[in-house]
């Protein structure tokens, strides 16, 4: 039997295990392991590639969108929108402020907030938005920002998943008052450890995020304000610079994986194909597929040897952790019908033409013959 993986990292690391190592040599050699040359490196690259003034690294995705809302003054008796279909760490760097979550369920063929239903969430306490650029594609910004703008809220947009994507030729993540980014090893930018960023065209923002993530100093041993420890270390800089080189050709190759299963697919009737909206260049982090037939589907191709994912099985308001807020069901109706239907199937840049076939081909089988 064949067996094609969710994600193959050795795939992509056997490809540039070389550099990669030499890079991690200059590290040693240097002993700069937490902050340091290697880190200011890659933070220039990265706001480079972004298109924006500053990137500050960080410790990850999670501590990115945490010290964000932090600098920008949101805590207790403040409100914080974002959507209920994204992976926890949104909501949870919302709490971890002491600001409340309010949740905007979903458009549903980009699974990204739903702009039509954002006015009707805006309090007096609203402070900040965080549209989620969910499995590789950003969320509608225009009328986000416009909405925003209007009532004099913040907008921070969660690009943990979309690295390289765009929204009418702007790239996530620069286009509010700032965008955080995650390096987890399985995003489509991955470090070898923990690592994230946030990028940002206000360079106040960006000195208090670079204060904040160092225990509130400047200067050694000096603190101005109270912080914490958020820094990136050395060592996942320098595999990220070596990285930044690659990730275009890389988050070409996703998209071309993206279209080969979509043609593949596309006559099923049983199963929606992810789309592309008009404003969008998508960078499918996630290929997700939808269809009433989920967990029979997935049982299924995991007997086949297939391994797919559910991203995210539970959404937030939904989730335990998230019951003291008293969500009930029903109350995003897209969101948790999407929850309900997604299935993730393997995507990663090296993914083969014979492996996507071969999937294609399984969904075909359970398809046709029953
Ligand atoms: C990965 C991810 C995060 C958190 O990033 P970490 O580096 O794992 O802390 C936040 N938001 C979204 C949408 C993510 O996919």
Redesign the pocket.
């Known amino acids: 039997m064949k067996t094609v993986p969710f994600l193959d990292l050795s795939a992509q690391y056997v490809a540039i295990r070389e550099e990669i190592r030499s890079s991690l040599e200059e590290v040693f050699d240097s002993v700069s392991f937490v902050g340091g040359p290697f880190v200011e490196r890659f933070e220039e690259e990265f706001a480079i590639f972004c298109g924006c003034g500053y990137a500050a690294g960080t410790s ?4 990115a ?1 945490w010290m964000t809302l932090l600098c920008l003054g949101i805590g207790q008796g403040d409100e914080v929108i974002t959507v209920p279909n ?2 926890i ?2 909501a949870e760097a919302i709490t971890f402020t002491g600001a409340r979550p309010v949740f905007v369920d979903v458009e549903e063929r980009s699974h990204t907030m739903n702009p039509a239903l954002l006015e009707k969430a805006i309090t007096p306490k609203t402070k900040a938005i965080i549209p ?1 650029h ?1 499995f590789g594609q950003p969320a509608d910004m225009d009328p986000i920002m416009e909405i925003a703008r209007k009532h004099g809220i913040l907008v921070v947009e ?1 690009a ?2 979309a690295h390289g994507a765009q929204y009418k030729g702007k790239t996530a993540g620069t286009i509010g008052d700032a965008g ?1 980014f ?3 090893p399985g ?1 489509n930018l991955g470090a070898y450890g ?3 960023a946030v990028v940002t065209n206000d360079p106040q923002l960006a000195d208090k995020i670079k204060i904040l993530r160092d225990h509130g100093q400047s200067r050694k041993y000096y603190h101005k304000v109270i912080g914490w420890n958020g820094r990136m270390d050395g060592l996942q800089g320098a595999v990220l610079s070596v990285k930044l080189r690659y990730l275009p050709a890389w988050n070409e190759a996703r998209r071309k994986n993206a279209e080969h299963y979509s043609s593949l697919l596309s006559d099923l009737e049983e199963i929606i194909l992810p789309s592309e909206m008009d404003y969008a260049r998508h960078v499918y982090h996630l290929y997700v597929i939808r269809t009433r037939r989920r967990d029979e589907l997935k049982i299924y191709l995991a007997e086949k040897g297939i391994e797919c994912g559910i991203h995210y099985p539970v959404p937030v308001h939904l989730q335990e952790a998230y019951r003291q807020f008293g969500f009930l069901k029903g109350t995003f109706p897209v969101a948790e019908k999407c929850a309900e239907e997604i299935l993730s199937l393997p995507m990663y840049p090296e993914l083969t033409r014979e492996q996507i076939g071969y999937v294609a081909a399984e969904l075909r089988n359970k398809l046709r013959l029953s």
């Open positions: 990850n995705g999670t501590s969108l994204t992976f760490a949104t989620v969910l969660d943990c998943q955080c995650s390096f987890y995003k923990e690592a994230g």
